[in-house]
């Protein structure tokens, strides 16, 4: 059964750094794509970052270009997202889910990312 | 990056049909068969419904059905039911790889 389970979501100052991690379970991080997506509270889906399965082709949306890095670790079949220079509108109800043909075809539950002071 | 462009709401009566449209550019819609639609009910993680363009992953209702004409996609849900009332979201990918979202559209049935 293919599934993507997101954590380290947190409540964290304007500035501060988060790792959010999506260990996934059903297929292996060397075959599949994967993406992260956010949602703000009650408002739309914005996608921010794609890792394709070879691990070395990253792209991100402009609004978290400089700031947000990916990783990966095969061996546990998790995937981060290293989020840096956190702003108050980074806060999120935040997705990873995995790539087929260009759709998002199976995501998280998702994790919450809260910026306040 | 701007988004794709869904009217905010949509509304049908039980048994009817209604069509969500969801307009891009040449850079992304319609230069590209990658549109796929999700559909989301309150407090719940998004569902794919299509992919490329008229796809239904397995299990999904052939009550859903999906078309691109140029730069505008559309969602076509066949004989409404209450369980269709929820925010629908189309996305596609777009040139020098990135993927966009369109702002989402509210069904009421």
């Known amino acids: 059964q293919v599934q993507l389970v997101e954590s380290g979501g947190d409540v964290v100052q304007p500035g501060g750094s988060l790792r959010l991690s999506c260990a996934v379970s059903?297929?292996?991080?060397?075959?599949?794509?994967v993406h992260w997506v956010r949602q703000a509270p009650g408002q739309g889906l914005e996608w921010l970052a794609f890792m394709r399965n070879d691990g070395s082709h990253k792209v991100f949306a402009d609004s978290v270009k400089g700031r947000f890095t990916m990783s990966r670790d095969v061996s546990m079949n998790t995937l981060y997202l290293q989020m840096n220079g956190l702003r108050p509108e980074d806060t999120a109800l935040y997705y990873c889910a995995r790539d087929v043909s260009d759709a998002f075809e199976v995501w998280g539950q998702g994790t919450v990312v809260t910026v306040s002071s | 990056q701007s988004g794709l462009t869904q009217p905010a709401s949509v509304s049908g009566s039980p048994g009817q049909s209604i069509t969500i449209s969801c307009t891009g550019t040449s850079s992304d819609v319609g230069g590209y068969d990658y549109v796929s639609w999700y559909q989301q009910h309150p407090g719940r993680v998004p569902k794919l419904i299509i992919f490329d363009v008229a796809q239904r992953p397995s299990g999904v209702s052939t009550r859903f059905f999906g078309s691109k004409s140029g730069n505008t996609a559309s969602l076509t849900i066949s004989g409404l039911q209450a369980e269709d009332e929820c925010t629908y979201y189309c996305?596609?990918?777009?040139?020098?790889?990135?993927?966009?979202f369109g702002g989402g559209t509210k069904v009421t049935v």
């Open positions: 996305a596609s990918y777009r040139r020098s790889n990135l993927w966009v």
């Open positions: 059903g297929f292996t991080l060397t075959s599949y794509g």
